[in-house]
Nanobody
Framework: QVQLVESGGRLVQAGGSLRLSCAAS????????MGWFRQAPGKEREFVAA???????QYSDSVRGRFTISRDSANNPLYLQMNSLKPEDTAVYYC????????????????????WGQGTQVTVSS
C-alpha cells in the first residue's frame, strides 16, 4: 500500500508562485509513475501534469509553460512548481502514483493511477 501526502497549498495572489510536494510514507517511488490532478468546486477532476519513472513529462494545455513537475533523484518526493498562477488554477490538487515496469510511460488519465493523496488546497486570488 502506498500512502501519499501532499503539502504546500495555500492562498496566493494572481501572478504568484507555489511549490507543491507529494511524499510517500513507508517506501520510495522509483517503481512508480506519478501525476498531479486537480478538482475545482463544481467541476470534474482534471489532469495537470505527469512524470514517468525516467523523467518524461506531460502537461495539460492549461498549465504548460507555467507549471513544472519533477521528482527527486532519490525518488521522494514529487514536486509541482506553479508559476504565473491564475484564479482559474484554484482547486484541490492531488498527487497520484501507479506501479509500472515501464521507464518512460506517462499516465494522463485518472484511471491510470492506483494511489491517491488526500489533496492540498490552492487558492489564487485576483
Amino acid at each position: 500500500q502506498v500512502q501519499l501526502v501532499e503539502s504546500g497549498g495555500r492562498l496566493v495572489q494572481a501572478g504568484g508562485s507555489l511549490r507543491l510536494s507529494c511524499a510517500a510514507s513507508g517506501r520510495t517511488l522509483n517503481m512508480y509513475a506519478m501525476g498531479w490532478f486537480r478538482q475545482a468546486p463544481g467541476k470534474e477532476r482534471e489532469f495537470v501534469a505527469a512524470i514517468s519513472r525516467y523523467g518524461n513529462t506531460q502537461y495539460s494545455d492549461s498549465v504548460r509553460g507555467r507549471f513544472t513537475i519533477s521528482r527527486d533523484s532519490a525518488n521522494n518526493p514529487l514536486y509541482l512548481q506553479m508559476n504565473s498562477l491564475k484564479p482559474e488554477d484554484t482547486a484541490v490538487y492531488y498527487c497520484a502514483a501507479v506501479f509500472t515496469t515501464a521507464f518512460t510511460w506517462v499516465g494522463v488519465r485518472g484511471v491510470d493511477y492506483d494511489y491517491w493523496g488526500q489533496g492540498t488546497q490552492v487558492t489564487v486570488s485576483s
